[in-house]
């Protein structure tokens, strides 16, 4: 009886997975259908990306297609040359900040953020150079993700942060990039060595944390910093300062 109730539980259990993929499937269609008559540009865009942003919405087909549609608009006016060069980020690529290199189990790339090596750019568009960094990095890191994957892991290490570090605008800046113009593109964020003082600049920038987005960020301890990584990375391909093997490569010469 008892395996009998398992294996009736378990053909619920797929029943509901094949009732949501394909709802999905039908609201998948009705956006490209939305989006293409607002934007024929669209056609050219893959199921795959469209499926991010109804998922991102709930599967809500008409705010996934406004959503969508405002991201299309930003990309034609943030990049319209398809993709940032790195002649365009010289300053933010000098603080070396930003490292890739190595895959998680799933093969995706693993990008390291030090946020210690990151101060508010007083400079004329200083912002705006911060986010073409941000974008320069998620354009490559998923160009190299593996076919059937779609997400990849990031660590920000806070060691040695203080309060000159704090930059609530490009905080700011940084998840609404995230957010609106790369949704499901995260697995999880990692945050590393998390001072105390950090928690404070957490409290301001938390509600602008859709709830998607909060449940991919993990405080980890440092006595479990290790244990915690190589559940989602092998040892070998870690970063030697975690305890791995590899040496951080700075993301333009990765």
Known sequence: ?????????EDNGNQAEDAYNSEEQHKLRLLRTFVESHDPSAKVVDDLTLRRFLRAR??????????????????????????????????????????LQGCDKRGCPVIVIIARSHYQSK????????????VYGFDKICSRLPVGEEK???????????????????????????????PERLRKIF????????????KIIYPFIDNRTREKFVFVENKMLKT????????????????GMLPLVPIHLS
Request: charge should be negative.
């Open 1 to 9: 009886m008892v395996g009998s109730k398992n294996h009736k539980g």
């Open 58 to 99: 709930d599967l809500d087909v008409e705010k996934a297609g406004a959503m969508f549609l405002k991201h299309l608009k930003w990309r034609k006016e943030f990049v319209p040359t398809g993709s940032i060069s790195e002649a365009e980020i010289e300053d933010e690529l000098a603080h070396n900040k930003a490292f």
């Open 123 to 134: 400079k004329p568009g200083g912002l705006d150079e911060l986010k073409r960094l941000v």
């Open 152 to 182: 990849f892991i990031a660590i920000i290490d806070l060691q040695g942060w203080g309060y000159a570090n704090s930059d609530i605008r490009g905080y700011l800046a940084l998840l609404s990039l995230m957010q609106d113009c790369y």
């Open 191 to 202: 945050l590393i060595h998390v001072p105390r003082i950090f928690m404070t600049v957490w």
């Open 228 to 243: 915690t990584l190589l559940q989602e990375i092998e040892e070998s391909q870690l970063p030697d300062i975690y305890g």
